[in-house]
């Protein structure tokens, strides 16, 4: 890992009611204990935003959004634009998730888009990318992924925070992880797109790397070249899942 802090965000995707505040408090209360350096994020659903940011003021942890809109209001029934987000208390907002191009048909432009218009608003966009198994079986991972890259990210973002969350398709929620060699090999490619990109201001951008992270894989993870934290799915909805990957920061 770079020596800058590492950055490790929660992604609760469609998971967690009232009641689950309870974990984000309790990871709070053991990261005031083990302070561990690591600047900590998490993303609820958005109906919990303005409740988690309630119950974490004061605490460091930043709270995000999973998604925005690349519009600033209007009529798109469903959607949360990202001042919205920024108004309920978020500061983060990932885009670009593979369950959405997956789920959404969102392709690179219009996470660009997002990510532009979550820039604008003062969030900072976590933006993900990532090959399919098949790209990985035919030796395109680094390709795709840094194709992925130059088309979306847009150049505003050379001015603004943002991050880039490399995540495996094959690997999110599926207990399988590319080897830490092949992880470095994709972000070195990621690092090579942000530079040729955005010139010096991507050298130092957070790329984090997502994909069935877990306590007893973080360590390793983390210690590779070019990994700057992580995006964590199932292992972020529990304090005690969670805080084991702190631990390992
Ligand atoms: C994710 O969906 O962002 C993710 C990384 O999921 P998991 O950790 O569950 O693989």
Known sequence: MPSARAFIVGNWKMNGLEAELAEARAIAAW??????????????????????????????????????????????????????????GAGLVIVGHSERRADHGEKNADVAAKAKAAAGCGLEP??????????????????????????SVPLVLAEHAFAVAYEPVWAIGSGLTPSVVEIEAVHRAIRSALTERLGGRGVAVPILYGGSVKADNAAGIFAADEVGGALVGGASLTAESFTGILAAA
């Open 126 to 151: 976590i933006i993900c990318v990532g090959e399919s198994l098949q790209e990985r079986r035919i030796g395109r991972a680094s390709a795709v992924v840094a194709g992925q890259v130059r088309a």
């Open 31 to 88: 990261l005031d204990e083990h302070p561990v350096g690591a600047r900590v994020g998490l993303c609820p659903p958005a109906t919990l935003i303005s409740r988690m940011a309630e119950a974490l003021a004061g605490t460091g942890i930043e709270i995000g959004g999973q998604d925005c809109s690349a519009e600033a209001s209007g009529a798109h029934t469903g959607d949360v634009s990202a001042q919205m987000l920024r108004d309920a």
